[in-house]
């Protein structure tokens, strides 16, 4: 099991930045597909990006693409999303969450579908103001 405790959300004005982290527990992050996924208020919970076990692959919602970029630190347990010209509408709690997608997958491998992610961080309201 792993256990993902996200932080760095926060209030900044439209095109400002912020930096979300996602630290995970255990010695196996690695073998973890990451994603972030976020849910504004009334809506639901949609995906933004993701990164295969290597780092070597990402893919990102075209809501984002552009502006948002994930990465991980294998050897720190974490990922990061970082998230520049940020807009009102990018307002939401973001979730990290984790896929242990079997190995012959291979190290490449990513999902955007929040169903084949089994572990989920608590959320990390980001607040975008116009």
């Known amino acids: 099991q792993v256990q993902l405790v996200e932080s760095g959300g926060g209030l900044v004005q439209a095109g400002g930045s912020l930096r979300l982290s996602c630290a995970a527990s255990g010695r196996t992050f690695s073998s973890y597909v990451m994603g972030w996924f976020r849910q504004a208020p009334g809506k639901e919970r949609e995906f933004v990006a993701t990164i295969s076990r290597s780092g070597g692959s990402t893919y990102y919602a075209d809501s984002v693409k552009g502006r948002f970029t994930i990465s991980r630190d294998n050897a720190k347990n974490t990922v990061y999303l970082q998230m520049n010209s940020l807009k009102p509408e990018d307002t939401a709690v973001y979730y990290c969450?984790?896929?242990?997608?079997?190995?012959?997958?291979?190290?490449?491998?990513?999902?955007?579908?929040?169903?084949?992610?089994?572990?989920w961080g608590q959320g990390t309201q980001v607040t975008v103001s116009s």
């Open positions: 969450a984790a896929d242990r997608p079997p190995a012959w997958r291979g190290s490449y491998y990513y999902t955007i579908d929040e169903n084949e992610y089994n572990y």
